[in-house]
């Protein structure tokens, strides 16, 4: 178990570094204003990460924008601000140049493909919503349920305040599970460059108790898939052969769901 | 979308509601299926006289939550807020057919509605 625990502080220590410039049409200024660059976890939301870009850039745009709501764009792509970091980082990124290079915006927000932001309590809520989702799934919501408020809140603080200790202490209830029966189900949603994201039931255990792996669960999922796809969980191509029940326990997200992005073969 | 048919765009939420339309074998592409989808109102949210819906599955929550609003004539500002098993709020952008391959039961999915905040 010291080994697994390893891996749960590498997860959690996962950065990505971003460069963000401000959207050409949005400064007032003659020259563009320097871009600020940043490191940011893997498992946080943007909207969490984005109060001192957002003062930055507030001196360089016009006072009728100074009260608009900040999005952020990868590469013509808008990013939704509820998917964590890092599942936004393999979909759009994948390391091939880094930093990361984003755009913000201020103005033309695009309704059609964001969510809405006003403030960190919708992050909450977001966060709280998938975490009772993964909870149903994994324990028919039975150990969140029975959770006072304050442990509730000691996960949502442990994430935003980056304290592994602290988010653990309470997260390692909802991953409890009979070792010879897992889960109900695997929370997990496989996610897409351009398209929506798919979410399905699947068992960790095969009715004669057969561990269900990660490959079983593409087959089931994805058998349209071509030879050269990656599939990336946390940044890393994972072994096929890797149970999902493990994979639930040591490489989901702080929000219970195991992201996994599914990238086509370029061309 | 249902490409081919040339039912007029407001009647994607059709009357029909009989159980053969559920989605269960969508994993293939069957995007005509519909999904049968029941609509409860919570706490002080008005009901709605036809409660039962026939729902394209590649359809979002937000549509789902925009559909409600017209329906009962609230205000695009008004709030509204859709739950899972009384427990969960979807994302907006949460599709009707992944819920329903999840949490659906007895061939349709249960949404609760309600104007303020009720569950988390």
Redesign the interface.
């Known amino acids: 178990m010291a080994e697994d625990r390893e891996i749960l502080r590498e997860v959690w220590d996962g950065r990505v570094p971003v460069c963000i410039q401000l959207a050409s049409e949005d400064h007032n200024t003659l020259s563009a204003p320097d871009p600020y660059y940043l490191m940011v976890p893997r498992l946080s939301y943007f909207p969490l990460l984005m109060d001192k870009v957002r003062k930055h850039f507030l001196r360089f745009i016009s006072p009728d924008l100074h009260e608009e709501e900040m999005w952020l764009e990868s590469d013509g792509m808008p990013l939704?601000w509820?998917y964590p970091v890092g599942v936004l980082f393999d979909l759009h990124c994948g390391g091939s140049s880094l930093p990361w290079a984003l755009t913000a915006h201020f103005s033309h927000f695009p309704e059609q493909d964001l969510?809405r932001c006003p403030s960190r309590e919708v992050v909450e809520?977001?966060f709280?919503?998938?975490v009772?989702?993964a909870d149903?799934?994994k324990h028919r919501?039975q150990i969140i349920?029975n959770m006072q408020s304050k442990d509730h809140k000691q996960l949502w603080m442990g994430l935003c305040n980056d304290k592994f200790d602290q988010f653990w202490a309470i997260n390692c209830k909802l991953m409890e599970c009979l070792p010879e029966e897992g889960f109900k189900?695997i929370p997990f949603r496989i996610h897409f460059p351009c398209q929506?994201?798919?979410?399905?039931?699947i068992k960790p255990q095969t009715d004669d108790g057969r561990k269900v792996t990660l490959e079983e669960l593409l087959q089931?999922?994805l058998?349209r898939g071509n030879e050269g796809d990656r599939v990336v969980i946390q940044g890393i191509e994972v072994p096929r052969d890797t149970p999902l029940q493990w994979m639930s326990e040591h490489l989901s997200h702080p929000d219970n769901f195991l992201h996994i992005c599914h990238i086509p073969t370029q061309g | 979308m249902e490409e081919g048919k040339s039912s007029p765009p407001s009647a994607d939420l059709t009357s029909e509601s009989s159980l053969e339309h559920t989605d269960q074998d969508s994993n293939k592409a069957t995007p005509l299926k519909k999904i049968d989808v029941l609509l409860k109102a919570t706490g002080d949210a008005p009901i709605m006289r036809k409660k039962k819906w026939a729902v394209e599955g590649d359809k979002r929550v937000g549509w789902v939550a925009d559909f409600i609003r017209k329906y009962l004539k609230l205000e695009s500002s008004d709030n509204l807020f859709l739950y899972v098993n009384q427990s969960f709020a979807p994302a907006p952008d949460q599709l009707v057919r992944n819920l329903y391959q999840c949490f659906g039961s007895d061939g349709k999915l249960v949404l609760h509605y309600c104007r303020t905040q009720a569950w988390g």
């Open positions: 939704k509820h969510i809520s977001h709280m919503s998938s009772k989702e149903g799934l919501g349920t189900f929506p994201s798919l979410q399905r039931l089931e999922f058998p």
